[in-house]
């Protein structure tokens, strides 16, 4: 069985960082890739930044580039998102996802995903 556990939420002031965590357990996903998607309050879930496992290609969306790093280590099936230069607009609960499939990667077609956690960022 598949479960993904994220951590590494919290609240931090505007301007801050934070450090989130999703370590994968029940398969491994060399082939395929693992994103970060948030749901801010009455918002759709939206795509934040994805990896391709197999070659660490990534993608963000336009409103993280330049502040948001998604790295993985392949030793702990483990995929980081690094938050720097957070905004109160950055607040929403953060999911992780895994696929086996690295099609998906930008997309919310994943295939297993984790129970979330807060980010809240105060102005």
């Known amino acids: 069985q598949v479960q993904l556990v994220e951590s590494g939420g919290g609240l931090v002031q505007a301007g801050g960082s934070l450090r989130l965590s999703c370590a994968a357990s029940?398969?491994?996903?060399?082939?395929?890739?693992m994103g970060w998607f948030r749901q801010a309050p009455g918002k759709e879930r939206e795509f934040v930044a994805g990896?391709?496992?197999?070659?660490?290609?990534?993608n963000y969306a336009d409103s993280v580039k330049g502040r948001f790093t998604i790295s993985r280590d392949a030793a702990k099936n483990t995929v980081y998102l690094q938050m720097n230069s957070l905004k109160h607009e950055d607040t929403a609960v953060y999911y992780c996802?895994?696929?086996?499939?690295?099609?998906?990667?930008?997309?919310?077609?994943?295939?297993?995903w984790g129970q979330g956690t807060q980010v809240t960022v105060s102005s």
């Open positions: 996802a895994a696929d086996q499939r690295s099609i998906v990667v930008v997309t919310k077609k994943y295939t297993y």
């Open positions: 990896i391709r496992w197999s070659n660490g290609g990534t």
């Open positions: 029940g398969r491994t996903f060399s082939n395929g890739a």
